[in-house]
C-alpha cells in the first residue's frame, strides 16, 4: 500500500510539474493577442490534472476535434480509454464551443487496465512507461469521471454517452447505434484493446476523419 502511496505522490508532482512548464504556452498566446492559442492552451491546462496524457497528446486531440468542428464533418466522437476523463473532458469542452451537439461516446472498463498478454511484451517489457501497469492501472472510476465531466465542466448529458465494459463486449453492441465517426481516440495501453477497436470501429471513420493511438510511442502492444 505505502509503494502505491508513493507512486500516486509521485505521479502527482509529474503532473503539477508539466502543468507548470506548459503555463508558458498560455502566457506567450496572451501576449501575443493570438486568441486561438491562448484558448488551446487555457483548455489544456484545465484538464492536465486529470489526464496522463503528455501535452503534445492533448493538444493533438484539441486540434482534430477542432478542425472536426471547423470542417463540419458527420460523426461522433468516440474514445475508448478513458482513465480519469482528462482527455474526454477536452474533446467534449472543445466540441461544446461549436454548439453542434456532437455525439460523444466514451468507453472503459472503469475498473483500470486488463493484463497484458504476450503481444505487449518486448524483451520482458511492455514498453516505455513513466510507471509500471500492473493491472487496475490507470484507474478512473464511472463516478470520477461523471463528476468530472457533468458537474466540474458543466457538460450536456444529452451528448455525452459513458459506456462501462470492457471493449470486447461493449463496442460490438454499440457500433450500429454510434454509427459515423469523425474521431476515433484510442487509449487502451495493449495489443489486444487497441486491435479490438479498431477491429471494430475503424471502418465507421468518415473520410478526412481522425484516428489517434495514443500509446503508439510507448507501448509496443499498441505498435
Known amino acids: 500500500a505505502w509503494h502505491a502511496g508513493l507512486i500516486s505522490i509521485a505521479l502527482d508532482f509529474h503532473r503539477a510539474i508539466l502543468r507548470y512548464l506548459y ?6 498566446g496572451t501576449l501575443r493577442g493570438d486568441r486561438a492559442v491562448a484558448a488551446r492552451a487555457q483548455a489544456i491546462l484545465e484538464v492536465m490534472p486529470y489526464s496522463l496524457v503528455g501535452s503534445g497528446g492533448l493538444e493533438a486531440t484539441y486540434d482534430v476535434v477542432a478542425s472536426v468542428e471547423k470542417g463540419r464533418l458527420m460523426g461522433a466522437l468516440v474514445e475508448c480509454g478513458v482513465a480519469q476523463g482528462g482527455s474526454a473532458a477536452l474533446m467534449a469542452v472543445t466540441s461544446a464551443k461549436y454548439g453542434t451537439h456532437r455525439p460523444v461516446w466514451l468507453f472503459d472498463s472503469y475498473e483500470g487496465l486488463p493484463d497484458p498478454t504476450a503481444d505487449d511484451f518486448v524483451d520482458g517489457k511492455t514498453g516505455r512507461h513513466i510507471r509500471p501497469l ?17 458537474g466540474k465542466f458543466g457538460l450536456n448529458r444529452r451528448d ?17 447505434v454510434i454509427g459515423a465517426i469523425a474521431v476515433l481516440r484510442i487509449d487502451g495501453d495493449w495489443y489486444d484493446s487497441v486491435k479490438c477497436c479498431l477491429d471494430v470501429m475503424f471502418d465507421q471513420v468518415v473520410p478526412g476523419g481522425y484516428v489517434i493511438i495514443d500509446d503508439y510511442s510507448s507501448c509496443y502492444g499498441a505498435q
Open 23 to 28: 503555463l508558458r504556452h498560455l502566457a506567450m
Open 134 to 150: 500492473p493491472r487496475g492501472s490507470c484507474l478512473g472510476t464511472y463516478e470520477e469521471v461523471e463528476g468530472l465531466l457533468f
Open 160 to 176: 455525452i454517452h459513458m459506456v462501462k465494459g470492457w471493449f470486447h463486449d461493449t463496442l460490438p453492441l454499440q457500433r450500429d
